[in-house]
C-alpha cells in the first residue's frame, strides 16, 4: 500500500530559494507542496485557502511577518501544524529564539535534499527533529511519554538550573558568569557537566532540551 505523502508548505522570502527548493521537493514521492509563501503575513492568507499542511518550512528573516512572529502565530492558531526552521547560518541566537517561539527543530539551508526530506518526515512523525546537535538521551526523553522533568531535576544542581535559564537568552557564556557571579571557568564546566549528562553537544541542544523538557520557564 502506498504510503500518504507528507503535506507541506514553505515560506521564505528568497524567492529563487523559494522556487528551488519548490522544484527540488516536487520530484519527490513523499512530499506535497500545498502552496509557498514569501512571508507570514502571505502564510496565514494561504492557509486560509488551502488544506493545511502538516509541516511548514520557515524561514527566519523576512518582511512584514519573520519567521519568530509566523512560528508564534501558529503555536497559538494551528497547533498541530509542525514548523522546521530553516537558517542560513549555524548560529545559536536566531535558531534558541525559534525553538522558544515554537518550532520543532531547524536544518541549515545548504542541506543536501535527501537531509530535508528526512528533517521532513521526521518532524512529521515525531513533532521534533534533531540533526547532529543532540543525540541518545534528548531523543529518547522524548519518545518516552512517562518521561518526567522531575526526575530530570534531580539530576540538576540550582546553579545548573540557573545556568540552563540564562542559556535560553541572548546572553554570552561570559556574561551568564558576570550575571551568576561566579567565574568563566566555573560556568564552562556547568555547560561541560550538562553536556555529558543528558549526551548534548550544543547549546541549542541544551536549550530545546531544557525547552521540551520543561526544565526551565520563560
Sequence with gaps: MEEEKIAIAIV????????????????????????????????ISMLAQHQLPQVILMDINMPQMDGYEATR??????????????SMYDDDKPIIEMLKSGAGGYLLKESRTSDLITAIKTIAAH??????????????????????????????????????????????????????????????????????KFE????????LFALRNELIKL
Aim: glycine fraction near 4%; include cysteine.
Design 12 to 43: 521564505d522570502d528568497h524567492t529563487l530559494f523559494r522556487k528551488g527548493m519548490v522544484s527540488l521537493l516536487d520530484e519527490s514521492d513523499e512530499i506535497n507542496i500545498l502552496f509557498d509563501a514569501s512571508n507570514g503575513v502571505e502564510m
Design 73 to 86: 502565530w501558529l503555536s497559538i492558531n494551528y497547533p498541530q501544524i509542525k514548523v522546521l526552521a530553516l
Design 127 to 196: 513533532g521534533y527533529f534533531m540533526n547532529n546537535l543532540v543525540s541518545g538521551k534528548l531523543i529518547r526523553s522524548l519518545q518516552e511519554n512517562n518521561s518526567s522533568s522531575k526526575n530530570l531535576l534531580q539530576e540538576i544542581s540550582a546553579n545548573e538550573r540557573k545556568f540552563l535559564e540564562h542559556c535560553c537568552s541572548e546572553f554570552t557564556y561570559k556574561e551568564i558568569a558576570d550575571k551568576m557571579n561566579l567565574s568563566p571557568h566555573t560556568i564552562d564546566n556547568y555547560r561541560e557537566s550538562l553536556f555529558q
Design 200 to 207: 548534548i553537544k550544543s547549546r541549542t541542544g541544551l536549550v
